[in-house]
């Protein structure tokens, strides 16, 4: 399943990457539940989104900062592994 949270504040529930018809201008969030590598490949493609550093992992940072003013730009990008066994647990 696949969650589209939008910034109208509607959350879209749909069965495939095929159904988003929306802008990624209008999505805020997208949750996939029960991903695979292939979703996470038509997610990219049709957002055109480079994932391949997630293939390497000894490359991947984490951090965490404040802003400091209200004109920095801060951008969260992350793929957790939602399964729809332990979604809830």
Do not use: C, G, W
């Not at 801060?74 to 957790?80: A, D, Q, V």
């Amino acid at each position: 399943m696949i969650e589209l949270y939008l910034k109208t504040n509607e959350v879209k529930k749909l069965n495939s990457i095929s159904e988003i018809n929306y802008k990624a201008i209008d999505i805020f969030n997208i949750r996939i539940i029960d991903s695979s590598e292939k979703v996470l490949k038509e997610i990219s493609d049709k957002f055109d989104i480079d994932i391949a550093i997630f293939n390497q992992k000894e490359d991947i940072e984490i951090s965490s900062h404040y802003l400091k003013s209200s004109d920095q730009l801060s951008f969260n990008f992350s793929i957790p592994s939602y399964n729809s066994d332990t979604l809830f647990n």
